[in-house]
Nanobody, 126 residues
C-alpha cells in the first residue's frame, strides 16, 4: 500500500513537501527494489509523469516542466519517498500520486506501474 500525504494550499512561489509511505508485506521487504515515481492529474488532463527515482543509486528523472523546481528523494530505511516542490505555480495544481514500478525504464511508463497510491491534492493560488 502506498499512502501519499502533505498536500494542501500554498501561494504561488511557495514550497511544499509530499511524502509517500509504503507499507504492507511486499514493501516491507522489497521497497528498495522498486523504482518510485510521482505523477499528477487534473480534471482537464490525463495523469502525467512528474519524476522518478531509481532503486539504489537514487538517480532521479524529471519531466521538463518541473526540472529545477522539484526534487525527489527516498529513504529506504523508512520505506518512504518524498517530493520537494519549490517555486510552485498555479499550473502545478493537481492531485499528486506516488507509484512503484519494477521495470527497467527509469521514468516508469504508465504501463510499468505496479502499484499506485491514493492521491493528495496540491492547490497553488495565484
Amino acid at each position: 500500500q502506498l499512502q501519499a500525504s502533505g498536500g494542501g494550499l500554498v501561494q504561488a512561489g511557495g514550497s511544499l513537501r509530499l511524502s509517500c509511505a509504503a507499507s504492507g508485506r511486499t514493501f516491507s521487504t522489497y521497497f528498495s527494489t522498486y523504482r518510485m515515481g510521482w505523477f499528477r492529474q487534473t480534471p482537464e488532463k490525463a495523469r502525467e509523469f512528474v519524476g522518478a527515482i531509481s532503486q539504489s543509486d537514487s538517480s532521479t528523472y524529471y519531466a521538463d516542466f518541473v526540472k529545477g523546481r522539484f526534487t525527489i528523494s527516498r529513504d529506504n530505511a523508512k520505506n518512504t519517498v518524498y517530493l520537494q516542490m519549490s517555486s510552485l505555480k498555479p499550473e502545478d495544481t493537481a492531485v499528486y500520486y506516488c507509484a512503484a514500478g519494477s521495470g527497467a525504464i527509469p521514468t516508469i511508463p504508465y504501463f510499468a506501474v505496479d502499484y499506485w497510491g491514493k492521491g493528495t491534492l496540491v492547490t497553488v493560488s495565484s
